[in-house]
């Protein structure tokens, strides 16, 4: 990642946090192609093509939940899209469940359901089995979990994510690849 770029989302974030809420613009600007490549990948690869949700609405929506926080508890550019990306699941995740609670009685709460927003039932039971996988690796391994969302969710290199965490490459590519391993027998079954 450039670090130029880096140095200028940090000083923009820190300026926006401290009350300039003109920076927001120039915030959004110099993220928003990173946010909609994220969120393309995420319904393209994890949650199967075909999902009607669209990159955009994801990307928004996500910035939208971030910003709505007083602060935004991030270090740096990867870091950042690490959250982004992280809540972009949890976006998912909610519009999944909301999917399964419709269907069951309600107990008199209403729950609004967006068409642009639809996951097809195998879709929702796809999106919910990767979630929870990701929660029981971040239970038993944090740092491994955080490394996986990090390269697979927010796209972050070897060299970032290292970089971000203080860790060799190495490092990041040994941990990257028993992550693979868990969440591949939790999804399979063991």
Do not use: W
């Not at 923009?12 to 009350?19: C, E, N, V």
């Not at 992280?86 to 999944?96: G, K, V, Y």
């Not at 967006?114 to 990701?134: F, G, K, P, S, Y």
Request: proline content about 3%; cysteine-free; glycine content about 4%.
């Amino acid at each position: 990642m450039n670090t130029e770029r880096n140095e200028k989302f940090v000083q923009l974030l820190k300026d926006y946090q401290g009350g300039d809420p003109e920076k927001l613009n120039e915030l959004s600007q110099l993220v928003y192609n990173d946010l909609r490549r994220i969120a393309a990948d995420l319904l393209k690869s994890e949650y199967r093509a075909g999902v009607s949700m669209q990159a955009t609405m994801l990307a928004s929506d996500s910035v939208m939940r971030l910003l709505a926080k007083s602060a935004i508890p991030v270090n740096d550019l990867p870091h950042f899209l690490a959250v982004a990306a992280r809540t972009m699941r949890q976006i998912l995740i909610d519009h999944a469940r909301s999917k399964d609670a419709a269907k069951r009685p309600s107990s008199g709460q209403r729950v609004e359901l967006r068409d642009d927003l639809a996951l097809t039932e195998d879709e929702r039971v796809e999106v919910l089995a990767l979630h929870d996988a990701l929660n029981r690796l971040e239970k038993e391994d944090p740092d491994q979990a955080e490394i996986l969302v990090m390269h697979y969710f927010s796209g972050a290199s070897v060299e970032e994510i290292a970089e971000h965490l203080g860790i060799s490459s190495r490092t990041v590519k040994r941990r990257l690849d028993t992550g693979r391993l868990f969440l591949k027998a939790e999804l399979n079954g063991k």
